[in-house]
Each structure stands twice: as C-alpha cells, then as structure tokens.
C-alpha cells in the first residue's frame, strides 16, 4: 500500500485529483449520511477536509465497523486506504446527493433482446481488457451444484456417473435433477427465511416460543418445490388471510408480517403513548420488510422525514403503513372457536369458519339455554345475603357453574377445579374497584399464586392488571398484582398469616382514585394503604375497558376460589366490614338438590346438557396456527418527526409514487376494512408493470448463485445500494423471469446454464488487480460454505443425516421460566434421529442459537440478512474440530472436499 502512495505521488496531480474524486464520492455515497454538516454523528463532519481524523476513520473502516448499513467493498477499501496515504487530497466540498425520479430501478423494465446472459459478460470483460477463466471440470461443477442447489455434497456415484456422461445436454439433465429433488425447496428456503427474519421465538428479554411458526418454514419450502408462480408466492405472504380463494397454506403465509421482534415488556406499559411508541415500531419492522423484500426500497426510513436519499415522501410511508395497521402477531389473542395453545390462532379458512360456526352455534345455543334453566333452578333455592352496600358489577359463587349471577361475564363452564379460567369481556369502563374473593384452604400453600384478576387484552397478554395473589415462601401473605406487580408494595402492619387447612378466608383489595391501594382481610384492613411510587407509570389507577377487559380466575391444588365480587367502585372500611358480615355459607349441588321440592326436571335437563356436550367434544379441534391476526385499528395519521403525541392528518392506504407506470393511489377510503387495503397492497407490488419486484427478486437468486448480486445490496435498490454491475443483464432477466410467469426453476436453469456459471475459480493477479472483487465475473468467485450447509455435510458424509422432510422443528434444548416470563434454554444437543435433520429444521430461537452455527456467521432470529457475512476466525476451527458432533466418532474422518464450495 505504500508503494502505491509512492506511485499517486509519481503520477502527479492528475492522479491524485481522480483519486480524491474516487474516495470522496465513496464518503459522499456511505458516510455522509450520518457525518454531514449537519448531523455530525460522534461529532464528525465528513463534508469538508477540515479536521478529519482520517486514521481513526480508517481504523473503524478496516474492522467492518463502519460503515453500520455494511462495510465497504474490497475495492472500495483499497481506494480510501490508498487516498489517505497520499494526504487525502481533497477536491471540494462534498454535497450530499440523492436519487431523484428518474434513478435507474424506479424506471420501468427495458425490453432486451439477446442470445444469453453470456452476452453481457463478455461485453463486460471485453471492455475491460480480462480474460475468462476457463470452464471448470465436471467433478468441480457437480459439487458447486449440489451444494448450490441442495445444500448437501454429491454422492461419489453421482460425481462417477457426470464424469462419465457423454451425452452433450449432461448439465441440463443434472440441472434438472436437482431443480426436482425436494432438497432443493430446503436449501433456498433458507435463503428466503434470511430475508424473511424467520424466528420461532419473540425475542427481546422474555423471549418466549412461538408454537407453529414452523409451518411457515414448510409453506416456504413447498412453495418453492411447486414452482409456485413468485406473484402468488408474495400475495399469499402479504394478504393470503383475505384472498377470495384462501387456504390454509396462504393463511400460514402472513406469519412474514409477524415474525420480527415483539417488545413484550413495551406492550403491557401502562402509560398510552409508550404501548403506542411500541406498536409503531412494530409497523416499521414490518413495512420495512415488505418493502425491502419485495421492493428493495428502504420505505422504512421515511417514517419521521422524507427519505433522505431516494424519492420516497413521508407521506408514502404512511401510505403503507395504513395497508398494514390492522396486523399484528397473535400475541394475547382468545380465539372463541378454540382453546389453542397461547400465542396461537385457529387456522381456519373463512369458508371453514362459516361452516363451522354454522355447525357449533346451535349446540352452543342449546348449551347456554339449559345451562341457564339449571342455574336458575339451583339458586332460586340458593339463600341470598342480605346486603346494606352497593351491589357489586359482577358475581361468580362457583357452587353451580361459573355463571356471572348479575351481569354477563360468564365464565366457561364447566369451571375447572384446578387451572385457569377467563370471562366473558366486560360491558363498561370500570376505574375505581374492589376486586373481593372468599377462599377456601386445602392446604397451607408455599408457592406463590394469583386468585382474582381483572386485565386488559390490548396490547400484548394485557397492557392493563390488578389482581389478588397469595404470596408464597418467606413472606405468605396477600397482596395486590398488577402489570408485572409495579404496582405491588411490602405490606405494613399486616398480621402474619395463619389459616389452617379447610379454613375460609375473606380477601379484598381496594383500588381508590388517589392512587391508593387497601387490603383487607376477613372485613378488616390487612396492613396499611399503600401509594405505589409515582414516578412508574403503572404506579397510578388503571382503567379498564368495555369489550376488551376480562376477568380471570386461578384454582390450585391449596386454594380453592369459592366466590368472586366485581364492584365498580371503591368500598369504604365499613362496607368491607358489612361485606364480610353478611356473605353466606357456599354451597354445592347436593345440597342445593336438598332444599327442592322435585329434582325430576332439573335431571332432565342435566342429561340434556350432558348429550349437548358429548355433541360439541365429537366435533375436531381445528388445527392451531400462527399468522397474521387481525385487530380494529384508527385510521392512520401522519406522525410529526415519527412522534405518536403529534398525530397529524389522515393518511389512505397507498403505495410509492415514484415507482414509474405503476399508480401508487389505492382508491380507498382511510378507513377501508383490512383486507380490502392488504388486497390492494399486494397487487400493486405484484403487478406486471411493478419493475422493482421483478428485479428484486432476479438478483437474489443471481446473488445466492454467484455470491454477489448484480445490485451488491439485495434489499436497497436505492441510491445506498448502488448501480447494477450489468444494467442490460439485469432487466433482460426480470423480463424473462416475469414473461415465464415467475417461475423461479426456469430463471435458476437459465442462471445455471450460462458460461459465467461453469467457470473455473482460478486466480488470475492481473484481472484481480482490475477487478479485486470479480464484479465483471472473469471466473467464478470461490466462497466457504454457509453455516447451515457445512453442518449438513457432516451429517451427510457421516451417514447419519435424517433427510425426513417437514413437521415441528426439532430443539436442541431444555426450557424454563424465571419468575414465570422469562424464558430460559439450555442447550442440550444429542445424537439422535431427530436433531440429525437437516439444520433448517432447527428451532430458530433467539437465546438458543448454536454455538457452531453462528461462528460460521448464521444470522439471528428475527434480523434481516439479504447479505450474509463470511468472516474467517480461528473460532470457526475450533468449533469444528470440538463441536459435541465430531467428538463421537464419525463425522471426524469426513472428507475435506466435503466444506468446500
């Protein structure tokens, strides 16, 4: 590098004013964004010469630190290096630059006529003055296609049987072959869940699983080995839930909506504008990836301003935003039709859940009817209490059923014994309340447990809770819980508690205006009032809404809950006292059957009931599933500088309107329902005169195939992303690759069986001095195996790869819970049948990665990775040679050829 100082220094001023030149117009493209005169980022200003510590800047540069979109190219460090060796000489001031309308990619598709893709290669090389490599020899080409194909290592009799082949279509054939194995769907899906930021975990601290996701793993997997049309392939994944024609397949495939990092502990915040700070981010992650997957438009960052570099308006992002408002992962759903396991929905089609509504609503119908006729049976010789204080909101006694025995938030019935069981929602907005319980001992309990909660839904599993719980170990006592028990205080003056088993015990918790909270304890106070502190936003009352709030009730195995009250108010000392006084005996069924004069109908309608249950259990559970669910949401306003306090003017669903001969207006009002806006979105990104989606799509399959896309930037076709290596080349084949109706297998084969695919990668000095980074593809540029392959290969080669496709994916590890949220994995990997399936049958959990994998620069859960790095670390060596796999015996002895690609 000093020599080439010394030889900018021989060439004169000429040179180094065309060096300046190059090296500022890589600053002006890749840091001036963020060190400009006006926004100088850790105080650095990049648009001057001025004082510009270059070595630093060129320190955090060599390391890959800067800049944070992604480091430099070779050739691109070797021009700034060489640049600041010779005194950085400067030309003039740096003017930031952006794209304007008639950038490159927003243009639409030229309609190119050529013999191949070699055409514009050659061009390329010619012009240059380099020279091909030649082809590459056919044991070199089957493992280059196996491992680019498959993922796996070509059997040696395959290898033999090309090597052999004589006939002049021997490639195509092999081609062929491979295009139809069902490992080719399992190799380039995980190409697709890269882009897709596929996670089967929630991520952030509590992290918790993601049953299901994986059947969007398999959707992808199909999907690509049905050929499935790439139009249909995204209008499944954007609005497959709403489409007229909807199947299970495109329902499982809006999971892409859903799958970023969900913000748990933000979404339960009590303070309004933080839950909705939270859920605005949420957005963003998702219209990011909709629009970079399918657009290679950073749309996401005109959120707050216009985009700073290509020609997208604030205006635009809000736009999509209100396409997408409504979707949100079903996190803290109930679905009514079952009861699936949390986080998931059921996965039914429209037509599906009409039918099957039309098929449980009269037996549920019938069921209310004489569950109701019995209740009534049963309490008309229940004695009432008779009461000096208000009449509490809601009223479960438990003897009969779950039944609300003054409003309407019944609970299921019948009511568990032990376990958990919800309400029906509540019918008016309740601030101030007593939440009161009468409890009866089994046993002493020595775990902490809640009784009596009222939350709220929105949000994420409750943004809203007050409760009664039971505090277990040292301390057993009773307390308030609410929202991750902020709200909770140590109890002061309260009596220890000393109920011995079969004991009953009256329990009540005020909540006042003043942001007081009272205990009480068989009518008396149980310790002081307490004032949680201020300063935390759960800190003050909470309110609770109308069809959104309910209530929940916890048995267990020491307390049994035998009534609950509601009030919607705040009782006094005295009516708490009066409460405790006038509450009578709990009763069960035999006794109450005592107190009748004739049990003949109540028996006949208990059979009756019992016939109309063994009805509804014979009817299947639907299958559980995880995708999009859809929540009412306001219309969408724009946001000042992003901010969700400075709500300005409505915004209709629309698309950009840069994107030339594509109409960016929706016709749709703000207010339009989802999948009317969804539908809307997707068939203008689908659409046949959208240029960006066929280009997109074109150059991650060439970039996965040679390394490089012909756009370096698989997800930024914007000014940031550069311009494409061979223009011509690239929308020849988007043309092509839209008139074969999307056909990925074609565009792949038509890829394949170009002479830039076959070369060989022999190293040539004096075309790498030209072109250090083989963009004009003199030869075939060698590349180490991605993490996912390489492990494969060894199980492959070692004889114990379970090629079994689809299904749950398999965990190499153990799970618990801390305090009951937070989730815990330890990894826990054997040498079975299960986990010897191929990697992309993994569990794809945020906390659980595997130590081997990410050495060799797998990406995250939930992060987007169009561009996997591809570093070089002694770490990488020693988790080959010490992984748990290759110290048992086979995969040890696997054959080097095996790891390289």
């Given amino acids: ?533 201020r300063g935390t936003p759960a800190a003050h009352l909470q309110t609770y809404f109308p069809g959104d709030a309910i209530v929940r009730f916890y048995s267990t195995a020491e307390l049994l809950l035998e009534e609950a009250r509601l009030y919607d108010r705040a009782l006094t000392d005295a009516q708490m006292a009066a409460s405790f006084a006038q509450r009578v005996a709990n009763y069960n069924k035999e006794e109450l059957r005592a107190r009748m004069a004739d049990v003949t109908e109540l028996f006949s309608l208990e059979a009756a009931l019992s016939e109309e249950r063994s009805k509804l259990a014979t009817i299947p559970a639907p299958e559980a599933g995880w995708f999009a669910a859809v929540r009412p949401a306001a219309p969408t306003r724009l946001l000042a500088r992003g901010d969700v306090t400075k709500k300005g003017e409505v915004i209709g669903p629309g698309g950009v309107a840069a994107i030339k001969g594509l109409r960016a207006d929706f016709d749709l009002h703000a207010d339009a329902a989802d999948g009317d806006k969804r539908l809307k979105l997707a068939d203008w990104i689908t659409s046949s005169d959208n240029p960006l989606f066929w280009r997109v799509m074109v150059n991650r399959v060439w970039h996965h195939h040679f390394g490089s896309g012909l756009v370096e930037n698989p997800n930024d076709f914007g000014y940031n992303g550069g311009l494409p290596s061979h223009p011509e080349l690239l929308d020849w084949l988007a043309a092509k690759f839209r008139s074969s109706g999307g056909s990925l297998k074609t565009l792949h084969k038509t890829i394949l069986l170009s002479e830039a695919y076959q070369r060989a990668s022999r190293f040539d000095a004096a075309a790498a001095a030209k072109d250090a980074d083989n963009r004009l593809l003199w030869r075939f540029t060698p590349r180490r195996l991605q993490g996912e392959a390489v492990r494969d290969a060894m199980l492959a080669v070692s004889g114990a790869l379970n090629a079994r496709l689809h299904g749950a994916s398999f965990k190499p590890f153990v799970t618990s819970n801390t305090n009951g949220s937070f989730r815990i994995y330890r990894l826990q990997e054997k040498n079975d049948e299960e986990q010897n399936r191929r990697t992309i049958y993994r569990a794809s959990v945020a906390t659980a990665g595997s130590p081997m994998l990410e050495a060799l620069d797998c990406p995250l859960p939930a992060v987007k990775m169009p561009k996997r790095a591809a570093t070089t670390t002694a770490l990488q060596a020693l988790s080959l040679t010490r992984h748990s796999r290759n110290q048992r015996g086979k995969s040890d002895t696997m054959p080097g050829w095996a790891l390289n690609h």
């Fill in 1 to 533: 590098m000093r020599a080439f100082a010394v030889a900018i220094a021989m060439a004169g001023p000429l040179f180094a004013a065309e060096l300046g030149s190059a090296a500022t117009e890589i600053l002006q493209r890749r840091c001036l964004a963020c060190h400009n005169a006006k926004v100088k980022t850790a105080g650095l200003d990049l648009s001057t010469r001025g004082v510009v510590p270059l070595h630093r800047l060129w320190e955090r540069v060599e390391k890959g630190q800067m800049p944070p979109s992604g480091p430099l190219s070779a050739d691109e460090k070797a021009t700034l290096r060489a640049w600041i060796d010779a005194g950085a000489p400067w030309t003039n001031t740096i003017a930031e630059r952006r794209a304007g309308a008639d950038w490159w990619s927003l243009q639409p598709l030229r309609n190119e006529v050529a013999p191949g893709i070699d055409r514009w290669i050659e061009a390329g090389l010619k012009k240059a003055e380099l020279r091909a490599a030649p082809r590459a020899d056919r044991r070199t080409l089957i493992r280059r296609l196996s491992f680019d194909l498959l993922g796996l290592p070509p059997t040696p009799e395959a290898v033999e049987a090309l090597v052999r082949d004589g006939r002049p279509d021997a490639w195509e054939r092999l081609i062929d072959r491979m295009l139809a194995s069902p490992h080719y769907g399992e190799r380039w899906a995980r190409h697709w869940l890269d882009v897709a930021r596929y996670a089967e975990s929630e991520g952030f601290e509590r992290d918790s699983l993601r049953e299901h996701v994986w059947k969007y793993r398999d959707y992808v997997i199909k999907s690509l080995n049905e050929d499935k049309p790439y139009a249909q392939f995204a209008r499944e994944q954007i609005a497959g839930d709403v489409l007229p024609d909807a199947t299970h397949d495109s329902m499982v495939a809006t999971a892409l909506l859903t799958m970023g990092p969900t913000d748990a502990v933000g979404l339960t915040s009590a303070v309004e504008s933080e839950r909705e700070a939270v859920r605005e981010d949420m957005l963003e992650e998702s219209l990011s990836v909709v629009s970079q997957t399918f657009l290679g438009l950073t749309v996401n960052c005109a959120r707050c301003h216009d985009h700073k570099f290509d020609p997208i308006p604030q205006r635009d992002y809000y736009r999509m935003r209100s396409a997408l408002a409504s979707v949100w992962p079903p996190i803290g759903v109930d679905d009514s039709l079952i009861d699936v396991q949390p986080n998931t929905l059921a996965l039914l089609t429209p037509r599906e859940r009409r039918e099957r509504e039309k098929t449980l609503e009269p037996i549920r119908n019938r069921i209310g009817e004489l569950e109701a006729r019995i209740a009534r049976a049963y309490r008309a010789v229940r004695p009432e209490p008779v009461s000096t204080i208000p009449a509490p909101f809601a009223r479960w006694t438990f003897d009969v059923d779950a039944r609300d025995e003054i409003g309407k938030m019944h609970g299921p019935e019948p009511r568990p014994e032990t376990g958990t069981m919800s309400t029906a929602p509540l019918t008016k907005e309740i601030r101030e309340k007593t939440l009161e319980a009468w409890v009866r001992v089994r046993k002493a309990p020595e775990k902490s447990t809640v009784l009596f909660e009222l939350r709220n839904r929105s949000g994420y599993r409750g943004a809203s809770v007050d409760g009664i719980q039971w505090v277990g170990g040292k301390a057993k006592r009773w307390e308030n819980t609410s929202i991750g028990r902020f709200r909770s205080a140590e109890i002061k003056g309260a009596a220890a508690e000393d109920t011995a088993a079969g004991g009953r015990i009256h329990i009540a918790i005020v909540y006042r205006g003043d942001d007081s909270i009272q205990i009480y304890r068989n009518g008396a106070r149980y310790g002081e009032a307490y004032v949680p502190d």
